[in-house]
Structure formats: structure tokens, C-alpha cells
């Protein structure tokens, strides 16, 4: 429904002739309005089904692994030029389980061994923690402050130890 509303003729009338303005209609206003303020609005879609977490538990380190690290360190050039043989008997004590666990080192007319086992013909013996056996292996700790720290017990050939101290 159209209402027209007339306007009074002002006060200085002066033979003009008034005529009534049209308003403009509800439905054309609220369209330029709506039209004005209508805004697009994306979002962004999530994935029917997230991922899942899966935590995995760290593989325990053994004494293949520290001899499979500490083997990576040693120099094998330098090892080749040492003639004789010389052997350290390695303790590795306070692992996960409570156990000690042995390995060795030898290097035999310029030929270099690590292995997981005892050694009896052994000019040293070295024994020390776990924490620092994997400190040593994983380039954490020098071998200086390895061996300057109270978890690190040595006894035997102090000549064959510095012949084999200089490999590292």
C-alpha cells in the first residue's frame, strides 16, 4: 500500500506550485540496505577425521647401540697406524634395567673393533654410567670431561690408555 503525503505550501507562497514527493517504498529501501551490508563470509572446512597421535615408545638403548655410536667416532686412519694390539674392557653400569653391561675396544696391527662383549686379555678397564656412555657417544661430552667426571673409573696400561685415548 502507497501513502502519499502532501507538504504544505511554505510560507512565502509565491504562485509555485507544490507537489507531494513520493517516499520511496519500504521494499526498495530495505533492499538497498540489505544490499550494502550483505557480506560473504567463507570458512574454511576441517578434514572429516583428524589425524591421530600415535606415540611410540622409544626403542631402549643398548650396548649395540653405544658400541654402534661410539664406533662412528673413532678415527679409523688413525687406528690403522697402530702397530700391536692394544684392548679396553668397557663397563657400562646403570642401564634401564638395572643391569651392567660390557663391551670392548681393540684395535689389532691397525685394525679397530668395537664389540658387546667382555674382553680378558685387556690392557685397561674403564667403567662408567650409562648417562655418560651416552653423552660420550652422542658428541655431548668430550672424552677430557668423560674422564675428569666422578662416573668414570679407569685402571691398567696408562700407555696403551693414551695410544687408544688418541683415536677419539
Known amino acids: 500500500m502507497k501513502k502519499i503525503v502532501e507538504k504544505k505550501p511554505s510560507v512565502n507562497n509565491t ?13 526498495t529501501a530495505t533492499k ?11 570458512t574454511a572446512t576441517k578434514p572429516a577425521t583428524t589425524p591421530k597421535k600415535t606415540t611410540r615408545k622409544p626403542k631402549p638403548v643398548t650396548i649395540d647401540t ?5 664406533f662412528k667416532k673413532l678415527n679409523q686412519t688413525k687406528a690403522a697406524k697402530i702397530t700391536g694390539t692394544i684392548a679396553a674392557d668397557i663397563e657400562v653400569w ?3 634395567d638395572g643391569s651392567n653391561q660390557k663391551m ?3 684395535i689389532k696391527d691397525g685394525k679397530l673393533s668395537v664389540m658387546p ?10 667403567s662408567l654410567s650409562f648417562a655418560n656412555a651416552i ?3 652422542n658428541g655431548k661430552i668430550t672424552l677430557d670431561k668423560l674422564i675428569m667426571s666422578k662416573d668414570f673409573y679407569a685402571e691398567g696400561n696408562i700407555v696403551s690408555a693414551i695410544k687408544l685415548a688418541s683415536i677419539f
Open 135 to 137: 653423552d660420550f657417544a
Open 117 to 126: 662383549h667382555s674382553y680378558d686379555a685387556k690392557d685397561f678397564r674403564v
Open 66 to 70: 653405544i658400541c654402534g655410536l661410539i
Open 32 to 42: 538497498k540496505s540489505t544490499a550494502a551490508k550483505t557480506t560473504v563470509k567463507t
Open 15 to 27: 504562485d509555485k506550485k507544490v507537489t507531494a514527493k513520493k517516499p520511496a517504498t519500504k521494499s
Open 94 to 96: 646403570g642401564f634401564e
Open 104 to 106: 670392548y675396544i681393540e
